[in-house]
């Protein structure tokens, strides 16, 4: 028997893939999530209420600068979060997918907690069993690789020892 979160994400994730959404979304989404981060000291995002999700906090590709991106993530199911640069069907890869080439050690925030992660990227032969598992949280998802007309980056962010921890 569904959820009500599994019916409520039925019914909201083919309004994401329309075009009113992929136009507005990159817009008015990361401002609503910094306010509400800001507010609630990163316990709280928006997106989590349907889908979990988590701050990356990455090192700019090329300036060097640390970058707060907030994602939907998928469990793994073996402690570690998958990533999907989808950037809303664009034609381009989104930022943080060229910082984590650059730079894959990198940290999450989940809930208010933050933890180091290492990036990387999901090979052709892991690729359908990660977007199955995507699918299977967010059904659909996988248009946005199918409209954007790329490859769309998958990343696994494995948690890592905080070596800053350990000397304290």
């Given at each position: 028997m569904p959820t009500v979160l599994q019916i409520v994400r039925s019914v909201v994730s083919p309004l994401t893939r329309t075009r009113?959404?992929?136009?507005?979304?990159p817009r008015i989404l990361p401002p609503v999530e910094r306010v509400i981060a800001w507010l609630t000291g990163g316990r709280v995002q928006l997106s989590a209420?349907?889908?979990?999700?988590l701050v990356l906090h990455t090192t700019g590709a090329k300036s060097g600068e640390p970058r707060d991106t907030a994602?939907?993530?998928t469990p793994d199911g073996q402690g570690r979060a998958i990533v999907a640069g989808t950037?809303?069907?664009?034609?381009r890869h989104p930022g943080w997918t060229y910082n984590l080439l650059a730079h894959p050690d990198a940290a999450i925030t989940v809930?208010?907690?933050?933890m180091?992660?290492?990036?990387?990227?999901?090979?052709?032969?892991?690729r359908e069993a990660a977007?199955?598992?995507?699918?299977a949280q967010w059904p659909g998802y996988?248009?946005?690789?199918r409209e954007s007309g790329r490859v769309v980056r998958l990343f696994r962010l494995q948690p890592v020892a905080d070596p800053h921890r350990a000397s304290m």
């Open positions: 009113v959404f992929r136009w507005s979304a209420l349907l889908v979990p999700s994602l939907m993530y950037s809303f069907a664009r034609d809930r208010g907690s933050r180091p992660v290492r990036a990387s990227l999901i090979g052709d032969d892991e977007w199955a598992r995507i699918e996988r248009a946005y690789e």
